[in-house]
T-cell receptor, first 112, second 114 residues
């Protein structure tokens, strides 16, 4: 059974701080990794995807992948109250990426 | 920005009844999906659909579920005989090339089985 694990939180950070969200996955053969943001009662919204080891930056967001450790993380710089949401880590269950396995998500709370 | 449209936003049905959830994917997308999220739980994959056939399905997607693309725009999920445990938010999603871009979710249909 392929699993994706996340700390459910809540993770509380002050406005302007860096929020660090972590995710581990069980299938060593996984190739594609995604971070989604989900506001309460809403659908998941894609933030970033990463395939290669290392860092990938997009604005205030940086995704980090370490396949040897089976670990993915998301850093949010200059956190804003509007970043308060649940962050879902998802891993493609096959090379085609046609099915994603989601973690339970980490709830982030940014206080002003 | 293009979006995935789902209707209805909320459906209440009696146990044992059939329901059809509807989705209009983004027009140039080729891959379509249904996911569900039981309240307070993780998002779970149900089925993926490509080139007018199911490409992958989970163990949740048993004989009571079916999907169809009846015309060039709609993508439907049918639940034949609903059970209380089918109560969840059902998300449709679509993608142009999932291995490269991930995909876009619709706003969801909240299904309540009573």
């Amino acid at each position: 059974q392929k699993e994706v694990e996340q700390n459910s939180g809540p993770l509380s950070v002050p406005e302007g701080a860096i929020a660090s969200l972590n995710c581990t996955y069980s299938d060593r053969g996984s190739q594609s990794f995604f971070w989604y943001r989900q506001y309460s009662g809403k659908s998941p919204e894609l933030i970033m995807f990463i395939y290669s080891n290392g860092d990938k930056e997009d604005g205030r967001f940086t995704a980090q992948l370490n396949k040897a450790s089976q670990y993915v993380s998301l850093l949010i710089r200059d956190s804003q109250p509007s970043d308060s949401a649940t962050y879902l880590c998802a891993v493609a269950s096959n090379q085609a990426g046609t099915a994603l396995i989601f973690g339970k998500g980490t709830t982030l709370s940014v206080s002003s | 920005e293009p979006e995935v449209t789902q209707t209805p936003s909320h459906q209440v049905t009696q146990m044992g009844q059939e329901v059809i959830l509807r989705c209009v994917p983004i027009s140039n997308h080729l891959y379509f999906y249904w996911y569900r999220q039981i309240l307070g739980q993780k998002v779970e994959f149900l089925v993926s659909f490509y080139n007018n056939e199911i490409s992958e399905k989970s163990e949740i997607f048993d004989d009571q579920f079916s999907v169809e693309r009846p015309d060039g725009s709609n993508f439907t999920l049918k639940i034949r005989s609903t059970k209380l445990e089918d109560s969840a938010m059902y998300f449709c999603a679509s993608s142009e090339a999932p291995e490269n871009y991930g995909y876009t979710f619709g706003s969801g249909t909240r299904l309540t089985v009573v």
